[in-house]
């Protein structure tokens, strides 16, 4: 059963869900945020103690507006991995989350001791021509194909409940993209290229091969850059957000790894 | 009440399939498409038209900011300010505006328009826009989501270093600058009139009324979408304790006059069809960043009945979100009242209805737009001064206009060096 807290930071409340017991394994969630829990924490949580923080900006957290650069998203950040849990543990950020990651594994090389990261934006590649994330036609149709493979497993997620203020989750999912955009435009690219020499982690990079956010090369620059021993893997019918399109194959890849 | 001369100088030769061939007007609008040879004589054909309306009695003149914008070639409105400094006498003039969180610093406009300012005798209306998501998050990389607070950072810096009476330090959230001292100063005191050009926001509003600012709603949709915002404008004054003084508010008009009803009709077709079908081809995806639109906006928006209404009156008109894409034929343009034609009594009488029942006193207007040639323009321009402006500038006379520049005496002033012709 899923438990969920709050801890504060930097003045605004934070949620933070648990599920699962043993080797403690923290998931920061892609573009969106998780308005709800998804199949792939419950995968995860049958042989693991599952953490799942929120950063600020995206479902069950406030405060993106308090921050400004990446200096102040970096230390939400750490502030919000103490808070969830202590002593070493593993680290899965997806897509807009995993820039933060790799500044908090760059900082805390002996907490964070593995990293796995999906889809991470944080890297332009100028070669390679990705889809802009940020210049989408409005309105609810954009998103889904634009994320997954499945794009009806996002719709489903963004489904709004019955017992939710309909205004309220509309300004859940627009406030979650402002957050992101916050730190990551407009090239999604927060320069860790010159910061990786200080990430050691072991590291696995994984994509889904039809992921049309972030291009291969950018995994492949940011290997090239981190010091730790690194690997790239593609998984087969995924987008971008490989937890909703693939999640039994993530959480067999994450426990593989882990 | 006040006649305003606006000009968006657009590029007049863009192809005709330019809307089946292209995806943007702005933002990733093809280089390949503008002729810089051509881009010469529109400019000068475009300031000369300033120019003519300055002399043929309109009491002010607008140029505006746009970037990477096929129908809007001034990235730097301020260099065409500058030259009407020189070329008019006693013309307003109306730089609607600079995006203020696109200068860096800030302090740069505070320099500029007090060039302006000087050079002009104090005739400048300083416009301070946000700026749109395409000029401003797209084509200048801006952070959408912070663009508000560096806007409004940059605004209180501007007001400061014009009215400083000694260098001081700035220490702001996103400037910091050890010394600010704006070299030289508005003549205007203690500062040129602030117009802010808006989109319907509500925090726009109550900031304008705040510090006692013109409100300029500018939109392309004519009065009948125009009158639900204004409606909320000023039923936002009431609210503040404002009075209704006509001057608070500017809005824009497209406008086309002629001898007779019928020449109007064939006259103005094509240049409305070409600013409608292909100067409004904005991509979609161009118009809605994360975090430019503030999160009590959308609420606001989604709550207010009178808001939602015009919200879903624009959605109709531009079929489904996008900038512009709505109305595109002349039959639907005039329909929708996006352009106002006719003879002189005619526009008149309907400026006259559009005025009091928007309660505007500043009326800016488009009388060239699209591929407008030089000849109509002057000719649209000259009816309209000739006409038109002696049936209407008497309105509102009734209230004190406190948002107007106040010049130097004409004594004071030095005339420019006469060039021949």
């Known amino acids: 059963m899923t ?19 043993g080797e403690p394994v923290v998931f920061l969630a892609g573009f969106g945020g998780l308005p709800k829990w998804i199949p792939f924490l419950d995968r995860l949580a049958e042989s693991r103690r599952v953490i799942v923080p929120s950063l600020p900006g995206f479902p069950g957290a406030e405060g993106h507006d308090r921050l400004d650069d990446l200096s102040d998203w970096t230390a939400a950040t750490l502030e ?35 990293l796995i990261l999906i889809g991470p934006f944080g890297v332009h590649d100028e070669r390679r021509h990705a889809i802009d994330l940020w210049a989408q036609r409005p309105g609810p149709k954009s998103y889904p194909p634009l994320l997954c493979a499945h794009p009806e497993r996002y719709a489903a997620l963004w489904q709004k409940p019955d017992d939710v203020d309909e205004i309220e989750w509309q300004v859940m999912e ?68 490989v937890e909703l399109d693939q999640p039994e194959t993530l959480a067999g890849l994450v426990n593989q790894f882990f | 009440m006040k006649n305003l001369w606006f000009h968006l100088m657009p590029y007049k030769e863009l192809p005709d399939d330019f809307r089946d061939r292209h995806e943007s007007v702005w933002v990733d609008i093809d280089p390949g498409l503008l002729d810089p040879n051509r881009a010469h004589v529109m400019y000068n054909e475009f300031m000369d038209e ?49 995006s203020l969180a696109l200068y860096n610093p800030p302090i740069r406009v ?44 940059a605004h209180d810096l501007i007001m400061r270093a014009w009215s ?29 009139p602030v117009w802010i050009p808006g989109g319907g926001s509500i925090e726009t509003w109550r900031w304008c009324a705040e510090l006692d600012y013109v409100y300029c709603y500018l939109s392309y949709f004519g009065y009948k979408l125009g009158l639900r915002t204004m409606q909320g404008f000023w039923e936002e ?15 824009l008009q497209f406008v086309g006059v002629a001898e007779t009803h019928e020449e109007a009709l064939r006259l103005y077709k094509e240049p409305a069809e070409y600013f409608y079908g292909r100067c409004l081809h904005v991509s979609p995806n161009y118009v809605q960043p994360p975090g430019y639109t503030t999160e009590a906006t959308i609420r606001a928006r989604v709550q207010s009945q009178v808001a939602a209404a015009a919200m879903k009156e624009r959605s109709k008109q531009t079929k489904g979100g996008g900038f512009g894409g ?9 329909e929708a009242g996006y352009v106002i034609i006719g003879t002189p009594d005619e526009v008149a009488e309907r400026l006259r209805e559009v005025c009091t029942t928007l309660n505007v006193g500043n009326l800016m207007l488009l009388l060239q737009f699209g591929n407008m040639s030089h000849d109509l323009t002057k000719y649209n321009t000259q009816l309209y001064a000739e006409q038109v402006l002696p049936q209407i500038s008497g309105l509102f006379s009734e209230w004190e206009n406190r948002w107007w520049p106040q010049p130097m005496a004409g004594a004071e002033r030095r005339a420019p060096r006469q060039v021949a012709a």
């Open chain 1, 174 to 241: 627009i406030r979650a993209r402002e957050a992101a955009a916050r730190y990551l435009w407009p090239l999604n690219d927060t320069g860790i290229l010159k910061r990786a020499y200080r990430i050691t982690q072991p590291m696995l990079l994984l994509r889904g091969t039809e992921d049309r956010l972030v291009p291969r090369a950018c995994l492949e620059r940011l290997q090239a850059a981190v010091a730790g021993e690194s690997l790239i893997q593609e998984v087969p019918e995924a987008g971008h957000l």
């Open chain 1, 3 to 21: 438990g969920e807290r709050s801890l504060r930071c930097n003045g605004a409340e934070v949620r933070v869900w648990a599920q699962g017991d």
């Open chain 2, 326 to 334: 709505g109305a595109t034929t002349w039959e639907e343009i005039l």
């Open chain 2, 164 to 192: 400083a009476e000694e260098t001081f330090a700035f220490n702001g959230r996103f400037n910091q600058l050890r010394y600010v001292n704006v070299w030289p100063r508005p003549v205007q005191k203690p500062h040129p």
């Open chain 2, 237 to 251: 004054m009431d609210k503040l304790g404002k009075d209704r003084n006509p001057y608070r508010a500017g809005f």
């Open chain 1, 80 to 114: 919000i991995l103490e808070g969830a849990t202590e002593g070493p543990f593993g680290l899965i950020a997806s897509s807009v989350s995993a820039p933060l990651a790799l500044e908090a594994a760059a900082m805390q090389r002996r907490r964070i001791a593995k």
């Open chain 2, 110 to 153: 505070a320099e500029e328009f007090a060039m302006l300012d000087c050079i002009s005798g104090g005739r400048l209306i300083a416009g301070f826009p946000v700026g749109s998501p395409m000029d401003t998050a797209y084509a200048y990389g801006q952070n959408p989501s912070k663009l508000r607070e560096r806007y409004y950072e």
């Open chain 2, 50 to 98: 300033l120019e003519y309306a300055a002399e043929a009695g309109f009491d002010g003149i607008c140029c505006n900011e746009h970037h990477a914008n096929g129908y809007g070639l001034m990235p730097s409105p301020n260099l065409i300010a500058s030259t009407l400094a020189r070329r008019t006498e006693d013309a307003a003039l109306c730089v609607m505006g600079n």
